[in-house]
């Protein structure tokens, strides 16, 4: 994983012109209802570098993350983008949640409990 530093987007942004790094992104599984994706996009703006940048505070959800993503598309500006899968809590979903309770896993809200607005694709 490459770590959020200004330092590195600057030496890619030179190298390669300003655009969108994927710096560390899972891949996204087509339907929503299973896994809830968060998401951190660092650019030369950000308050914070290093782990520090990739916690909560800087978190975002699916449709702010788009929003944002287009922002930085727009105005040219380049990013490291980040994101994080977990699991909805939906019994009605085929995983072993006892087993994924028992290996620390954390979970998400299932999709109808979950409040995040809901994206073109689907996602919240």
Known sequence: MMKPSFQTLAELTARKGPRIFNASISSVNPNPRMYKYYWWIFTEHSPVEGMAFLTDPYRLN??????QLKYCKENNLSALIYNERLYRLDHSLPFDFSKLEQDGYTFAPSFDEDPDPVTAEGFK
């Open 62 to 67: 699916s449709f702010d993350f788009q929003q």
